[in-house]
Structures are given as structure tokens and as C-alpha cells.
């Protein structure tokens, strides 16, 4: 599971002054080979921009998938009964899964898994938003079982056309796995929706907590971010926010609605002329905020990941090998 | 301390500003290429890699990360070092084998013939 990659607004102005250093001749055969939909592979030559965006994006997603597991991973030792605790680890492993895949993705564009991981625990690379969000109840984990990995599904199969031949082949091997955590998770909350009024209550409150982050999820509105144009056309990005964000509404508010729960945003409809969702313009403040570390669980996320880290040093050393030098992994 | 909604996160005692030295060059150890074989008679198929301190090891994660889902007959793991590879560049040396026509079945057309003949033999 995952969101959006997020991008620093003002970052897209300086797009164009950096691709005026690369060579024409081969900025031309690349991007002619990525409308012809071929995939690029890591030793290709590619502009530098088009690196730096692509590792930005699969090491927040790697990111992503390792703190996500943390909100879910609360609930293990107190999910009810013991065939959701064994499907809760199994999920919470495959996330983990997931990041490895992902790092190793990142990985083939030259920054090595040490440097990414001590940007994540450092503070200095984003992961998705919601993870800064706590799971109070056993019906949050939930919630983020079912419509957080439903965002990410989304997300991940339009990623998975992408330009980057070994993040579609990550990805592609990914969302097999998430159909199943999707399941899952909509599995629990229809159970939790036609049980009792106490545990349809848990349920609602925790979807009212979690509807701003799943809003948010996808990333700041086309209307205030405009550094897609070029992540498009390179095939980096493959669907704007704002589509995306329709996409999951389009998919799951009807289902929200067929349980009989409702969705604490009373603007929230489908424009039957424009077939287009309206919705109160989600708190971008808010997003920014949390993205820059002032969320409810920022600080413990990352201490968390620092203490498994620094715990799991001596292992680490006292397998080590004679090998001294690096090489970068193929594909 | 933390104060975790987690109780494994409580027991762990962990202080919020426990600040640590940044990981070293390969403190990640080195990279194994996995090549997975979905059943007995199939070709292995290269699938990804894992970071492992030995063979060993590549081989566990491997198991663990590739053959999660579905079949797995057999795993080899390949220490990314022993790879010796094309490149992507150098593609055109692949590129005279299509002109190479007598090397294909289709290559061959006697049909023509054997029918002209058969109409020979009966004039």
C-alpha cells in the first residue's frame, strides 16, 4: 500500500532549466522510445531528471510500504480471533515485501538501499501521509485495509504502465498480492457494518478519522500541482491526482454507501451531468504539515525504524562478508 | 519513552530522539540475482534480487520473497558480482540473426516446386 509520491510544488519551474544541459540527440531517442511504449531498463541512457524523479518516487513508495506496516502492525497482537491475526501478519509481512521489491527497483538507478534507508530514518525522504495517522481501534486497521490499499491499488496498476522496467515489474508482482489485502480488508469492515450497533459505530468512527488522510492520499489537487506535465509525457506518473482521486470515489463511495455508512462530507456527490465527484476541497494546510513532520505519529514512526535499525546492527555486521565492493543489482 | 497506541512499541522502550550513526556501505550486504522455476521442466526465470550476506541467506529471502504466492518448484541464486551481461547498447550484434533465413524452417519453400512437377508428370 501507498500514496502519491509527493513532490515539492515549486520544485516543476526548475524542470526545464534542467533538461537544457542533456544531449538533444538522446533526449529525442528516449522519449520517442517511451511514446512507442518500450520500457526503459537500467542502463539506458536517460535524462537526469527523469532519474532523480523515478528514485524520489519508488523510495517513498519503498518508504511507505515499511512505516505502513506500523499503524497495521498495532493491531496483530489484538486482532480478533485467530484466522484475522494470521491474515493481518501475512499482509503486514507482504507490505514489508513490498519495500524490498521496491528498494531494489530504486536501487538500479544508482542510490544504494544504505542511503535510502538513512534518508527515511534521518527525516530527509517523504512516505505517504496517512502512516503519520494512528490506528485507535481494531476497526481503523480496517478501514486502512480496505481503502488505503484500495487507493494504492489504484495508484500501483497505473503506475505499473509506466516507463521504468523494473518498477512495473515490482509493481506488477505487487498488486497480485494487494487483491488480496483489499479482500481482506472489505471482508472486516462488512463484518463490522452488519454486526452489532457497537461495532457499526467503531466502524463509522473510525472511516469519519480516516476520510480526510484517504483524501488527501492521492495527493495535492491538479489546481494547485503542476509538475506533472513533464512525469506524464516520461511516463513516470501515469493518472493526475485529482483522476485518481475520482477513480476511488467513483469505485468505493458506493460501497461506503451500501453498508449503510455514511461519509462525513455532506458536499460529497456525483454530478450526474459531468459524471465528476464533488467534495469539500480537502485541507492542503493540513497535508503539508503532517508531509513536513507536525502529524500525531511522525516522531514515533521514525524512532520506531531507528531503534529496529540500531537493534538489528550486530546482526548485520556479524554476518558480514569479506566483499568489499558494491555492485548495482541488474534488474 | 514513546507512548504507543502499540504495546510491542511500548515494551520496546524506545526514546523518541535516539538519534543513530547512518548505515555504512553494505551494511545492506551485496545483491543476488533470483532466478525462480515455476514447476519441474520449466525454465528458471530471472524474478529480482535480494540482499543477503551469503548464498544462504539469498536463498531464504528468495524463498520468502518470490515464492509467496502460488508455485515454486526451484530457486538458484546468483551473486550479482557473477553476472557478465549485454548491453542494451550493443543490441545490433543480435540484429544480422533475422537475415540468417537459411537457418529457419520457413526459410525452405518446396511446395511450388513439387506441385510443378506433378503437373509435369501427368502432361
Known sequence: MYGNAYIEPNEASKTHSVLADEDPKLLAEFEARIERGEKIEPKDWMPKEYRKQLIRMIEQH????????????????????????????????????????????????????????????????????????PAFTWADACVIAWLIDAGAIINQVAN???????????????????????????????????????????????????????????????????????????????????DMRQQFLNMYVPKIWDLGLTVPDTNLKKNETTGKWEYTEPDWDEFKRVINGGGPCNAERLAVRRNAEERGRWVREALKSGQTAYVVPFA | MIESLDPRINRASISVDNNIEPLGTLDQWETYEVFHQKKRGDQHMHVGIVHAANPEMALAFAKEQFGRRGLTANIWVVNTRNVFASTYEDADIFETTTDKIYREAGGYKVMDKINQYKKSQKA
Open chain 1, 160 to 242: 505499473a504502465k509506466g516507463s521504468y522496467g523494473p518498477y512495473c515489474r515490482a509493481l506488477d508482482r505487487i498488486c497480485t498480492e494487494e487483491s488480496f489485502h483489499l479482500k481482506y480488508g472489505h471482508d472486516n469492515v462488512v463484518t463490522l457494518a452488519t454486526g452489532t450497533p457497537i461495532q457499526r459505530q467503531m466502524v463509522q468512527e473510525a472511516l469519519n478519522r480516516w476520510w480526510p488522510p484517504i483524501m488527501h492520499f492521492f495527493g495535492p489537487s491538479d489546481k494547485i500541482s503542476s509538475h506533472t506535465e513533464i512525469l506524464m509525457k516520461w511516463k513516470v506518473k501515469m493518472a493526475t491526482n485529482d
Open chain 1, 62 to 133: 519503498g518508504h511507505s510500504e515499511i512505516i505502513g506496516a506500523l499503524p497495521e502492525g498495532t493491531w496483530i497482537t489484538r486482532a480478533p480471533g485467530f484466522k484475522r491475526k494470521l491474515a493481518l501478519m501475512a499482509k503486514v509481512q507482504d507490505e514489508v515485501g513490498h519495500a524490498q521489491l521496491l528498494y531494489s527497483a530504486a536501487e538500479t538507478l544508482g542510490k544504494s538501499r544504505e542511503a535510502m534507508i538513512n534518508d527515511l530514518i534521518t527525516g530527509k525522504s517523504k512516505y505517504s501521509n496517512v502512516f503519520n495517522y
